[in-house]
């Protein structure tokens, strides 16, 4: 069980898989049908924007190429990759691969990061894995031929995503706050011109699509990737991507409450077993001397950034 003083933390970095799991219930409710790519734009490029603005800091040196690493893998090839498995597989099933990301998080700390594997996390992954599949796979059919494939890719970058940011840390002085700006302006733009090329021109957009992408790019989007980034900062990379289920939990639970649809007995039961894999999944490693310990995850360190990753000015990267 994580420790006391580390529980308010992992609250608050839950909250950005938690506000990811209504984007589905959003997305198919109130915005345009069949512009994925679009609506990654509108998610990314505004929010990443704003908190540009609010930051009020650049990248210097190194950290253009690294936020622009990052921003592809965590933004750019995430969101769309995402939804191009979405579109593509039946059932959910986008959702039962994607579900694997823990396990390649838990490898590539290994590689990266210098955290041996541990069959307890493993064992975890799995189970996790599993859960995730009894709540969401609910339709039959096969493997799509490029959907399942993008539902793997989408999961290894994003874990990569997880473990470089993990690994490269921040600048001196720099907090989250203009860390989550940098990676989704890159991302964003690195959206944009496929979404053209693809999707032509905007669609017209009512009150309602509009309200749906303010959402989207304000709530699930800035707030949520400033959480989720501040948490990789000062968590383990893994404890962060085992949070990573609440995602797919909460859908399921918005559908039955705002959609309605049903949970059957089945569904429940892989809901509890993903919720106790994500709990599990918040010990954190102990460290092992000789062993390369994660970048920046001092609380003592980081706790002085965190306080004034709102405050404008006061922030410098």
Known sequence: MPSAGRTPLIALTALAPVSWGTTYAVTT????PDRPLFTGLARALPAGLLLLALARVLPRGAWWWKAAVLGALNIGAFFPLLFLSAYRL???MAAVVGSVGPL????LSALLLGQRPTTRAVLTGVVAAFGVSLVVLKAAGGLDALGAPAALASAASMSTGTVLTKRWGRPEGVGPLALTGWQLTAGGLLIAPVALL????????????????????LANTAVAYWLWFRGIGRLSATQVT???PLSPLTAA???????GETLTPVQLAGMALAFGATVAGQRAPR????????PFSSPSRNSRKDSMDLTGPGLRR
């Not at 390649?104 to 490898?107: A, M």
């Not at 693809?198 to 790019?217: I, K, Q, R, S, T």
């Not at 639970?253 to 959609?259: D, T």
């Open 198 to 217: 693809v999707e032509g021109a905007p669609p017209a957009l009512d009150g309602a699509a509009v309200g749906g992408y303010l959402y989207l790019a």
């Open 90 to 92: 039946p059932g959910g």
């Open 253 to 259: 639970v918005v559908g039955w409450a705002a959609l």
């Open 29 to 32: 409710e109130f915005l345009p």
């Open 242 to 244: 085992f949070l990573g």
């Open 104 to 107: 390649f998080v838990v490898g």
């Open 287 to 294: 460290a092992k001397t000789g062993t390369a310990l994660e």
